[in-house]
């Protein structure tokens, strides 16, 4: 089961430069895959056609095996429950931290009662339920992008679109957000732009470099040297 990208191409509204140029690719589940490239380069665009948020002007996405945007509504509301994209910058609803994790769930055909207990219940099974209670408006940073990610997490996607998940994260909290990523991989694919050397290493069963508009696949290996020689470049150039 996979996203599958055929022959994309995007631009945004006004400009004249493709952002992406006939891009192939196939994201399938029980898989980890990293995306690197310089600031610009078209990481998120390429998240936000995968995860079914921009339709591109040319070529297909096939939600397995299903050309989704030919797709009647219900049809595709079914398929693109299945796939979760996280924002870099949290984008968390008014309220508390419950509400907030228990949306998603409620949406889904929960009761607010059970969506609640089993918002408690994963939050507690991570060591978290002191966030539970406070206000979003509260939240640190760290706090607040950990929050958006256990939101989506909760709802075991089948794949999940994971923007600079460690941006904000402090060393005590990555070790849970790593212990989530490794949790979900049982049972989803999951995709992670990063500009993280040693996540990328860590992490990558495939390793994809965006630039220029086009992707490359790329050993493990190569993508750590590449990083960090663009590392060292920058640098030097500070």
């Not at 219900?74 to 228990?102: D, F, M, Q, T, W």
Request: net charge positive; glycine share 6%.
């Amino acid at each position: 089961m996979s996203i599958r990208l055929k022959n994309i191409w995007f631009r945004y509204p006004g400009m004249d430069k493709w952002v992406l140029e006939n891009i192939s690719y196939e994201f399938k589940e029980k898989n980890i895959y990293v995306i690197v490239g310089p600031n610009g380069s078209g990481k998120t665009t390429l998240f936000k056609i995968a995860s079914l948020i921009y339709k591109p002007l040319k070529g297909s996405v096939f939600t397995w095996d299903r050309d989704f945007w030919r797709l009647k509504d219900k049809e595709a509301l079914i398929l693109r429950r299945k796939i979760v994209y996280v924002h870099e910058k949290p984008v968390l609803l008014h309220g508390s931290v419950l509400c907030n994790i228990a949306y998603g769930l409620m949406i889904r055909g929960y009761s607010k009662e059970d969506a609640f207990r089993k918002a408690r219940d994963y939050m507690n099974e991570l060591g978290l339920t002191y966030l539970l209670d406070k206000n979003v408006n509260m939240l640190s940073a760290g706090e607040a992008q950990l929050v958006s990610l256990v939101r989506a997490l909760i709802l075991e996607p089948r794949m999940i679109f994971l923007d600079e998940p460690l941006a904000h994260i402090d060393i005590e909290k990555r070790k849970i957000v790593l212990d989530l990523i490794y949790r979900l991989k049982e049972g989803a694919g999951i995709a992670i732009a990063t500009h993280d050397i040693y996540l990328a290493y860590m992490l990558a069963d495939e390793a994809i470099l965006v630039e220029n508009g086009k992707i490359k696949i790329m050993e493990r290996e190569d993508l750590f040297h590449n990083m960090m020689l663009r590392h060292k470049q920058l640098n030097t150039l500070v």
